[in-house]
């Protein structure tokens, strides 16, 4: 199961664009297949991330290489994390109470505004016709009448709100990796959350 330990490890021994220099071959099928080191290598950074590594190799690249270029690097979050320009609109979806607060507080402590904390997508989605949202704070796994995947979607396509997931579920988050311009793995801190939304900014995903 993913912790933030390895987390930390993998991001700092990584850089992205050495990773896509070795793997990328095996999304086109090109001929240069990566070696057996860079293959276990690959089977490693899908179990660090929680992910299935007992599948074909283009598979395991294509859902970690998501996961990598939403999630961000450490030094991705350094060069990145600069201060919004302006307060934003945030609306936060989580159901777990604890974490909801926690996000609320953040952001507010940040200057930004704050929709929300919602536990279910239904309620979550009802609001977004009723507040013009810059940004959208969103777990993945939700209780209640669908789920955060299908609400990022609604989000996305109705109203144009970029989504970042909050989550465990790295799997599902790979996989629909698309609907969101940042992922926050959990457990995660403050700054983890802050740096995530300086991206999304500076990504130019939120109108100015």
Do not use: C
Not at 48 to 74: C, E, K, N, T, Y
């Amino acid at each position: 199961m993913f912790d933030g330990t390895l987390n930390a490890t993998i991001g700092e021994g990584v850089e992205l664009d050495r990773l896509r220099a070795i793997y990328d071959g095996l999304l086109s099928g090109s001929p240069d297949q990566p070696g057996d080191e860079a293959m276990a290598e690959l089977a490693g950074m899908a179990r660090i991330f929680d992910l299935d590594a007992d599948r074909p190799p283009a598979d395991v690249w294509r859902d970690l290489r998501a996961v990598l270029m939403r999630h961000g690097s450490p030094v991705a979050r350094r060069r990145d994390a600069a201060p919004p320009p302006r307060p934003l609109t945030v609306m936060v979806v989580e159901d777990d109470p604890g974490m909801a607060s926690e996000l609320t507080e953040l952001l507010a402590a940040a200057g930004h505004g704050v929709v929300g904390p919602f536990s279910e997508a239904a309620a979550a989605g009802t609001a977004a016709a009723l507040h013009t949202l810059d940004l959208a704070l969103l777990d993945i796994n939700l209780a209640g009448d669908g789920d955060g995947v299908v609400l990022a979607r609604h989000l996305k396509e109705t109203w144009g709100v970029p989504v970042i997931f909050l989550t465990g579920n790295v799997a599902a988050a790979a996989e629909n990796a698309r609907l969101a311009t940042a992922l926050v793995l959990k457990p995660y801190g403050g700054r983890d959350v802050m740096d995530a939304i300086a991206r999304t900014v500076a990504s130019g995903a939120v109108a100015p």
